[in-house]
């Protein structure tokens, strides 16, 4: 059995460039979602942090995708190829180092594994069953209380960075820490059959259900499925520009989506 890439569509929120990213290798795929920088300057050579991490993360789970090895086993990696990353540009003793969410999916013979850190949404349905979601939802609670609460926007991410980045509440994101990415990864195996498909979604495409309210999870799949990720995407930035909504989140962010299936 494969597991085959039949679609995916990524756009920027706004002027500045995209750090959402999408992968895909031997039977594996991906979306990667960079954090967004919450210091004013980094010291390292390149735009954003997140432009300097995305691209390496993505290489770090290319090169496990090659190895044949489950969805959680490809974040582990990644995380500790991502602690000799910070190790090397002297990050390691950073407050809030870069940071990404993270969704991967493997086939591995007859076993199909998902897992995902960070708000990164993965969707999987077999063959005329139903919608199964992994997304840790505490995220999207976080995000809430922390716009709801106005008096320190600053000081509330910065908080919710550490936690996320120390493993102290119930949620975590790709972080050069393999035991807290180990210990709070959400993952979820399932027997593969042929016509399995699996969306991989990003929180700022997630934005259609999560936020907007526009389609329910069982729409956006079947419009992913049947019409390509593009149409997701599409649909997403016509409601940015007709509503200019500003409810509880910043107007738009980056948005990345993939569709694989199993053959």
Same mark, same amino acid.
Not at 258 to 263: E, N, S
């Given at each position: ?18 750090e ?14 960079? #954090? ?7 010291? !390292?050579?390149?735009?954003? &942090?997140?432009?300097?991490? /995305? ?17 959680s086993q ?10 000799? !990353?910070?190790? *090397?540009?002297? !990050?390691?003793?950073?407050d ?6 993270? *969704? ?10 998902? =897992? ?26 976080? &995000?809430?209380?922390?716009v ?25 994101v790709?972080?050069?820490?393999? =035991? /807290?990415?180990e210990? !709070? #990864? ?14 991989? =979604?990003s ?21 992913? /499925?049947?019409? *390509?990720?593009?149409? #997701? ?7 940015e520009v007709?509503?200019? &909504? ?11 989506v ?6």
């Open positions: 059995m494969e597991l085959i890439c039949r679609s995916t569509s990524s756009s920027p929120g706004g002027e500045k460039p995209n959402d990213s999408i992968g895909f290798g031997s039977s594996s795929a991906w979306v990667i979602d960079g #954090a967004t920088q919450v210091v004013a300057s980094t010291p !390292l050579d390149s735009a954003t &942090e997140a432009s300097w991490l /995305v691209p390496r993360i993505s290489e770090a789970l290319s090169f496990a995708s090659s190895s044949s090895i489950t969805a490809a974040l582990i990696y990644a995380a500790e190829k991502l602690a000799e !990353l910070l190790e *090397g540009e002297d !990050l390691t003793q950073v809030t180092p870069p940071v990404a969410s993270v *969704g991967v999916a493997s086939l591995v013979g007859r076993a199909l594994e998902v =897992a995902t850190v960070g708000d990164v949404t993965i969707l999987v349905r077999a063959a005329g069953g139903e919608i199964s979601r992994v997304f840790n939802d505490s995220f999207l609670e976080n &995000e809430r209380k922390g709801e609460d106005e008096h320190d926007v600053e000081h509330g991410i910065m908080k919710r960075r550490r936690s996320y980045i120390s493993g102290t509440g119930r949620a975590t790709l972080t050069g820490n393999p =035991a /807290v990415v210990r !709070l #990864a959400l993952c979820q195996a399932h027997v593969a059959t042929a016509g399995m498909d699996v969306i991989i =979604a929180d700022g495409l997630m934005r259609l259900v999560d936020v907007y309210d526009i389609l329910t999870t069982c729409e956006l799949f079947d419009l992913v /499925v049947n019409e *390509g990720s593009y149409r #997701a995407v599409a649909l997403l930035r016509e409601h007709l509503t200019r &909504e500003d409810a509880l989140y910043k107007r738009a962010d980056d948005a990345a993939l569709h694989a299936r199993v053959y």
